[in-house]
């Protein structure tokens, strides 16, 4: 079974997974808001998925960023809608900079949209990754 990952955000969604052994994780898609419950309805349909983790933006303190109260109800919906799936949650303060850096050190230039749909997935991977380095 897959661990799926989220960078939630009002604008775009990073999703990344494990590999069915739950050793490596990979980018898999951006996806809008709007689309992520039919995206997840999607996958799921093909592919097993033990754990959701989702990234809780905090501030450099570890006090709840403004942006907070957005992912607390995508979890909660999440836990709703799939009540099989546990939820997990992780502190994903720096992701999305730690992100940035990385399509830097690889001189990735593709247009601004596109990289910061790929700066999404990436920040899901490092959440996804950080999450399987604590378990």
């Not at 955000?9 to 951006?30: E, F, H, W």
């Not at 995508?74 to 709703?80: A, E, I």
Request: charged share 25%; no cysteine; proline share 5%.
């Amino acid at each position: 079974m897959r661990i799926m990952a989220f960078d939630y955000g009002t604008k775009r969604i990073g999703v990344a997974v494990t590999d069915p052994l739950q050793i490596i994780a990979s980018p898999l898609r951006t996806v809008h808001p709007l689309e992520v419950w039919t995206f997840i309805e999607d996958y799921l349909k093909t592919e097993q998925v033990e754990t959701f983790v989702v990234g809780l933006p905090r501030q450099t303190d570890g006090s709840p960023s403004p942006s907070a109260q957005h992912v607390v109800g995508f979890v909660r919906k999440l836990k709703k809608t799939y009540p099989q799936i546990s939820v997990v949650e992780v502190d994903e303060r720096f992701t999305s900079k730690m992100a940035e850096r990385s399509l830097k050190d690889v001189s990735y230039s593709k247009t601004r949209s596109n990289q910061k749909e790929v700066v999404d997935q990436i920040a899901a991977t490092f959440i996804l990754q950080s999450f399987l380095e604590q378990s």
